[in-house]
């Protein structure tokens, strides 16, 4: 069954570093999001991408934030310089239409 | 007025019950409506979806919509132990420009008991 894979699982930095979070979409997929969830608290909209370009970002996805997607497979979020408050889990997904949302496992990110 | 408003619970039931999960939404344009699980430290996993008013049945879970009192309800049936977790109720938006936004309400806990 196709899926959405994530990499890396977790990541530890300190604060103030770069930190790249790497994401694979489900092939045929159109529509891409982050989205991250600090723990025991909602999962917050970030930002959408398609047909290229980011179609809406959240208050959250500050000039820190930015999504590329680099080639035919890979979707990418970058924090530049990440803060504490940065700390929570990131979940890539994918859609092919207005269905089904399909999510990654997540990246954990923790900010030291 | 939060976008996606949902109890946090815990709502807590005992196995074999039916439970009751629901959810209100604040913008009008929203045209589709979804209903995720949670287990703590994975990622959401969805249940079902509904366009339509009315009633959506699929095994144990059926999902209600009513536009004109902009909620939605998931009903669980013979709820088993397993069936803890948190729901999540997502609301689809279609932007301008074609692309489309979920968003996600803080979710209820569930705790089916023995």
């Known amino acids: 069954e196709p899926e959405v894979t994530q990499t890396p699982s977790h990541q530890v930095t300190q604060m103030g570093q770069e930190v790249i979070l790497h994401c694979v979409p489900i092939?045929?997929?159109?529509?891409f999001y982050w989205y991250r969830q600090i723990l025991g608290q909602k999962v917050e909209f970030l930002v959408s991408?398609?047909?290229?370009?980011?179609?809406?970002k959240s208050e959250i996805f500050d000039d820190q934030f930015s999504v590329e997607r680099p080639d035919g497979s890979n979707f990418t979020l970058k924090i530049r310089s990440t803060k504490l408050e940065d700390s929570a889990m990131y979940f890539c997904?994918?859609?092919?239409?207005?269905?089904?949302?399909?999510f990654g496992e997540g990246s954990r990110l923790t900010v030291l | 007025q939060k976008e996606v408003e949902q109890n946090s619970g815990p709502l807590s039931v005992p196995e074999g019950a039916i439970a009751s999960l629901n959810c209100t939404y604040s913008?009008?344009?929203?045209?589709?409506f979804f209903w995720y699980r949670q287990y703590s430290g994975k990622s959401p996993e969805l249940i079902m979806f509904?366009?339509?008013?009315g009633d959506k049945e699929d095994g144990r879970f059926t999902a209600q919509l009513n536009k004109a009192s902009q909620y939605v309800s998931l009903l669980i049936r013979d709820s088993q132990p397993s069936d803890s977790a948190t729901y999540l109720c997502?609301?689809?938006?279609?932007?301008?420009?074609?692309?489309?936004?979920?968003?996600f309400g803080t979710g209820t806990q569930l705790k089916v008991e023995l």
């Open positions: 092939s045929n997929h159109l529509y």
């Open positions: 509904i366009y339509s008013n």
């Open positions: 913008d009008r344009g929203s045209q589709s």
């Open positions: 997904a994918s859609r092919a239409g207005q269905s089904e949302l399909f």
């Open positions: 997502a609301v689809n938006l279609i932007l301008t420009g074609g692309g489309n936004k979920l968003t």
């Open positions: 991408f398609y047909n290229n370009e980011i179609s809406e």
